[in-house]
């Protein structure tokens, strides 16, 4: 293991390196952030020990894509790891797909009036010491969700923006695109991008890439501070093949492949090579 690393340089390498291929512009409003804000998340995280709530799932035709899941898996093992209590929250159809081997809190699909009380009622259960969402719709200014091509998918999305919202602990929010839950803390710096911005905010906000690969970043952290190589536990392909069999699809591509937003998973293998390298772990 490597000592006396700087952590705040660490965390804007980090940063750096899981915006530089700037896919949909989240290295163009990177700026709009305070640098540091992959330290900052995974400090609130590696201080969990109690229940950590996750929100994931995007959902792409008549059923979810592999950006979001693989992540919120990541992390689910490697909180878990950690002696926290993860809880994947999500609507139909993932949380079915999930719920036979994972602890999975399930959200009811489309627009209806129990939002509220559906996210008091889970807060009130569960305690948690964090939330975190992970490549979900955000609501947009109108309330309503919308996918990278501008088309409402709020008849097909469960409202995890409530949790966030209610939540009497800290939030965190990983996103790509513009679209997610969080992506409210840069609003102004999204108007250039061609996307219909959601307007929900978190105490930290993570950009990357590909969702998937912000999990990878806060897994990085998490590892130096505990002297685990919890990145090298990370198997995107199998999570990709058990996310394939329940019926995932590319969220680009929207078909069902081993693939996370058009890309091949060797992509998100050399992200985590590189994350493995700046911790010292490779």
């Known amino acids: 293991m490597q000592t006396q690393i700087n952590e705040a340089e660490l965390s804007k390498q980090i940063e750096d390196l899981l915006v530089a291929r700037n896919l949909r512009g989240m290295k163009t409003v990177q700026p709009a952030l305070s640098p540091g804000y992959y330290l900052r998340a995974a400090r609130i995280l590696n201080k969990c020990k109690g229940h950590v709530l996750i929100g994931t799932g995007f959902p792409v035709v008549d059923t979810f894509e592999t950006d979001g899941p693989v992540g919120a898996i990541a992390l689910y093992n490697a909180l878990e790891a950690l002696g926290a209590t993860p809880v994947i929250v999500c609507g139909p159809p993932v949380s079915q797909a999930l719920m ?114 912000g999990a990878y970043g806060i897994i990085a952290l998490l590892s130096l501070w505990n002297e685990r190589d919890l990145l090298d536990e ?49």
């Open 100 to 213: 036979d081997d994972y602890r999975v809190h399930e959200i009811r699909v489309g627009e209806h009036q129990e939002r509220t009380l559906e996210a008091f009622q889970a807060l009130y259960h569960y305690n948690p010491d964090a939330v975190l969402s992970i490549e979900r719709p955000g609501q947009a200014a109108d309330g309503g969700y919308y996918n990278m091509r501008g088309e409402s998918i709020s008849a097909r999305t469960a409202c995890f923006d409530t949790f966030v919202r209610n939540a009497k602990c800290p939030t965190i929010g990983i996103g790509d695109g513009g679209n997610e839950i969080g992506m409210g803390n840069i609003q102004d710096a999204l108007k250039d991008l061609d996307i219909m911005a959601s307007a929900t905010t978190v105490d930290e906000l993570l950009i990357a890439d590909v969702s998937n690969w």
């Open 234 to 282: 990370i198997k995107p392909i199998e999570i990709l093949r058990y996310l394939s069999k329940l019926g995932s699809v590319d969220g680009v591509t929207r078909i069902n492949e081993l693939t996370e937003d058009g890309l091949p998973v060797e992509e998100g293998d050399s992200i985590i090579a590189e994350l493995r390298k700046l911790t010292g772990f490779a």
